[in-house]
Nanobody
Framework: VQLQAFGGGLVQAGDSLRLSCAAS????????MGWFRQAPGKEREFIAA????????NYAASVKDRFTISGDNARSTVHLQMNSLKPEDTAVYYC??????????????????WGQGTLVTVSS
């Protein structure tokens, strides 16, 4: 399974950005998909995830009400709409896929496949 994340860039505080992640190869319709990010000097952190059937989403408290995750299972893609961006959102954003379930979709260890990351820079 290969994951390709794209859509990052340089924006100003308050702007919006939409990240996308396309999965290819031996994907599964039962894969949950998630987004994580890693800022310079910090550990990778969970941002958002969606179960394979789209029935459940989960967000980190820091992005809830600003970010929205959505998935297109038929196209094996997942999107992350990011609104009201803040400088502290600056990070490399990674998408991930795997057989995570509702109770584990916020854990990096629940995902088997990772994209290469896309850089989001938010200037103040």
């Amino acid at each position: 399974v290969q994951l390709q994340a794209f859509g990052g860039g340089l924006v100003q505080a308050g702007d919006s950005l939409r990240l996308s992640c396309a999965a290819s190869g031996r994907t599964s319709s039962r894969f949950a998909m998630g987004w994580f990010r890693q800022a310079p000097g910090k550990e990778r952190e969970f941002i958002a995830a969606i179960t394979y059937d789209g029935a459940t989403t989960n967000y980190a408290a820091s992005v809830k009400d600003r970010f929205t995750i959505s998935g297109d299972n038929a196209r094996s893609t997942v999107h992350l709409q990011m609104n009201s961006l803040k400088p502290e959102d600056t990070a490399v954003y990674y998408c991930a896929a795997g057989r995570a379930i509702v109770s584990t979709i916020a854990r990096a260890s629940a995902y088997n496949y990772w994209g290469q990351g896309t850089l989001v820079t938010v200037s103040s």
